[in-house]
């Protein structure tokens, strides 16, 4: 074991030959190699000395060590695991040189091959399992910086010295212009959603940047994204990445008008226009609701009927024939539910007033919310 354990530079220069195959060792210095040459052979004659191959847990520093200087060098788990093959199997060559040079019993060189190789297990195993670790903890590290970023381009606190270093580090212009977008998700799993509006958000000159934030999606985008289904997404304006606040504080309004109007798909303050002033009313709705669905509901039924032929008229432009075609039902018959519901509601279809009132009212209140409960 002494005379092994005395051959590290010969075994190094073995397993460096070897390793110069892999490409993506050529950055990897000669000193880290030399290093791991030494740690690798330090546990091999450990195990041969005490007969017990290591557990995962007894190897894990020396694994740790290995997975991060290698993944920071940029070599792939794939190529991690034939170095160190090749650096065991120099090892395991060489020892059964020496034992048959010393006249070793075969029973005891077969012992401690075995013991090589179950090392070699052992310690690979226990690579793959750091690897993995390391892919999450970048993968958290990336997320809280991410957020960060984003929380500060959103509420406006990040400085303008810090802009283009940080931005640039995500490929972000900010010479460019960029809408502020905000997204609720119903389900608990978000990050496929995440990465969607960040797919569909960016153009082949500038990405998007999306992240999660008080519990919603929430980021910048090049563009407006496709709709996403059963979820409601916020758009603001397109600004300066400095002037990010903005439209974010719109993209979050639009956001919640859209829930309360209980919609899916993207919407900016054009798609909901008036409606967002009227989601943030409650008063005028609970008032219009008095006037105009209230009386509909002591009618039962046949109130229901009229606030859907009404709702219908709305939305055919006050036609009749339209309207009476769209319902499938004759053109007298309608005129008659629309005089009823004015003789009920007391006031006149034919009244900007009334239709404004109609339409805000059918628009923003929910049809589980309206008090139209069963007789």
Not at 8 to 19: A, N
Not at 137 to 146: I, K, S, T, Y
Not at 270 to 275: F, G, K, N, T, V
Request: glycine share 8%; proline share 4%; hydrophobic share 45%.
């Amino acid at each position: 074991m002494d005379r092994l354990a005395g051959e590290i530079g010969m075994l190094t220069e073995r397993t460096i030959t070897l390793v110069s195959e892999l490409p993506s060792y050529a950055a990897v210095p000669v000193s880290n190699l030399e290093a791991s040459g030494r740690r690798n052979l330090d546990a091999a004659v450990e195990t041969l000395r005490s007969g017990v191959a290591p557990t995962q847990d007894d190897l894990a520093p020396a694994a740790e060590i290995t997975v991060r200087e290698r993944a920071s060098q940029g070599v792939p788990i794939e190529d991690m695991m034939r170095a160190y093959r090749c650096n065991i199997g120099v090892i395991h060559d060489r020892f059964v040189e020496l034992a048959e040079e010393g006249g070793v019993p075969s029973r005891l060189v077969l012992l401690g091959a075995q013991l090589l190789w179950a090392l070699s297990d052992a310690f690979t195993t226990r690579v793959a399992l750091e690897y993995q670790n390391l892919g999450i903890d970048n993968a958290l590290r990336e997320a809280h910086r991410r957020s960060e970023l984003l929380h500060a381009l959103l509420s406006g606190t990040l400085e303008t010295a810090g802009l283009t270093s940080s931005c640039g580090f995500y490929g972000l212009d900010t010479a460019s212009c960029y809408h502020a977008v905000r997204a609720h998700v119903g389900g608990e799993d978000v990050e496929p959603v995440r990465r969607a509006l960040e797919r569909l958000g960016s153009t082949p000159a500038r990405r998007a940047l999306v992240g999660m934030i008080g519990g919603h999606c929430a980021g910048i985008v090049a563009r407006r994204p496709a709709p996403l289904d059963g979820v409601v997404v916020g758009i603001g304006d397109a600004v300066p990445l400095a002037d990010m606040a903005t439209s974010f504080a719109t993209a979050s309004r639009v956001l919640e008008a859209a829930r309360r109007l209980d919609r899916t798909g993207v919407f900016g303050i054009e798609d909901l226009s008036w409606r967002l002033a009227a989601v943030h009313e409650p008063q005028v709705g609970e008032l219009l609701v008095r006037r105009y669905l209230a009386p509909l509901r002591e009618e039962g039924e046949f109130g229901r009927l009229l606030k859907e032929t009404v709702r219908a008229y709305l939305a055919h432009g006050q036609s009749i024939a339209r309207t009476a075609d769209a319902l499938v039902v004759h053109v007298n018959t309608l005129r008659y539910r629309l005089r009823k519901f004015e003789e009920l509601t007391g006031r006149s279809l034919t009244a900007i007033d009334t239709l404004v009132e109609l339409a805000w009212v059918l628009e923003t209140v929910p049809a589980s919310d309206d008090h139209d409960d069963s007789e």
